[in-house]
């Protein structure tokens, strides 16, 4: 079957850095996505991986290991605003997003 | 100017009835998409719609059906509500899978609430 696996809840203070981790296992691969989403809205488009290596996009970076099927989201200089949910997505050999559970990233002061 | 929207943004409603959610897009894509957020977040894809190829979820009870009077337009009915569909249903579009950038883009959400 297909899989997205990200952690659940992540804590982490404002200032800081904070990289959340996602791993896949789906039916072949098109690109992985990164998407933010703040409670009561739609989710955003953060990144987009085909290729390994890392992309960076101001405060926000995502890197991709294709023979690992792994991911990660960095973010950096941690601003209150930043508390939301991120989601990794996979594009499979369908060209069908397949969406994890999504990581809520808590920030404190 | 907004790029994908939908209608209404909150839907409450009795186990039953018959209701619609409406989507639009001006990005000129291809394809859009309807999704269901349940309360666990977890983002589900109902259908996938082009003018060529309409795809759907095999787990979505045919309760469901996309309607599209053109490309701009995927809108959503629901017929016999159940309570289990109580969600937040998002609309998303993008061009062509596989021709082109294929990032999706959401509409705001409709929140669904059968009683």
């Known amino acids: 079957g297909q899989n997205i696996d990200q952690p659940t809840e992540m804590t982490a203070t404002e200032g800081a850095i904070v990289q959340i981790n996602c791993t896949y296992q789906?039916?072949?691969?098109?690109?992985l996505f990164w998407y933010q989403q703040h409670a009561g809205e739609a989710p955003t488009f953060l990144s987009y991986n085909v290729l390994d290596g890392l992309e960076e996009k101001g405060r926000f970076s995502s890197f991709l290991s294709r023979s690992k099927g792994y991911s990660y989201l960095l973010l950096k200089e941690l601003q209150m605003k930043d508390s939301a949910s991120y989601l990794c997505?996979?594009?499979?050999?369908?060209?069908?997003?397949?969406w994890g559970a999504g990581t809520k990233l808590i920030i404190k002061p | 100017d907004t790029a994908v929207s939908q209608t209404p943004k909150y839907l409450v409603t009795q186990m039953g009835n018959d209701k619609s959610i409406k989507c639009e897009q001006n990005l000129g894509h291809d394809t859009m998409y309807w999704y269901k957020q349940d309360s666990k977040k977890f983002l589900k894809i109902m259908f996938s719609y082009n003018n060529k190829e309409l795809i759907i979820n095999e787990t979505v009870p045919n309760r469901f059906s996309p309607k599209s009077p053109d490309k701009a337009h995927l809108n959503l009915h629901i017929n016999s509500l159940e309570l289990g569909d109580s969600a937040v249903y998002f609309c998303?579009?993008?061009?062509?899978?596989?021709?082109?950038?294929?990032?999706?883009?959401f509409g705001p959400g409709t929140r669904l609430t059968v009683l």
């Open positions: 789906t039916s072949g691969f098109n690109g």
């Open positions: 997505a996979v594009m499979d050999s369908n060209y069908q997003l397949i």
């Open positions: 998303a579009s993008s061009q062509v899978p596989g021709e082109g950038t294929d990032t999706q883009y």
